[in-house]
């Protein structure tokens, strides 16, 4: 029998769109972890790492977010479409393998 793993590789459900969409929400993940430890750092030193780390977490969301909005894999600008996609992509979750 076939672990969740092995049907989670299936090329079909492993799409560009869901890597992308992954990868968003752990840019974003990092943008606030980072925001959180500078309001926590008294050390000057560590005040300027945590800021440069934050501004290229920031830069990595801008880019990942272009991306999928330039393929038609996020629509920032119109929240009735990004609703829409949402519902299809909750669907496809539904219908996935859970054994």
């Known amino acids: 029998m076939a672990s ?3 049907k989670l590789n299936n090329k079909e459900l492993m799409t560009d769109e869901v ?3 992954d ?5 974003k993940a990092a ?7 500078i309001t926590e750092t008294a050390s000057p030193e560590i ?4 800021k440069k780390q934050l501004n ?3 830069d990595l969301h801008h880019k990942i977010a272009t991306y999928m909005i330039e393929n038609d894999m996020y629509h920032a600008y119109d929240i009735k479409e ?4 949402d519902l299809k ?9 859970t054994k």
């Open 23 to 27: 990868m968003l929400v752990s840019a």
């Open 19 to 21: 890597i992308a969409t």
């Open 47 to 50: 005040h300027k790492v945590l």
């Open 56 to 58: 290229d977490a920031i």
């Open 82 to 85: 990004q609703v829409e996609h």
């Open 89 to 97: 992509k909750a669907d496809v979750a539904l219908d996935m393998p």
């Open 31 to 37: 943008v606030r972890s980072y925001s959180v430890a």
């Open 4 to 6: 969740i793993l092995d």
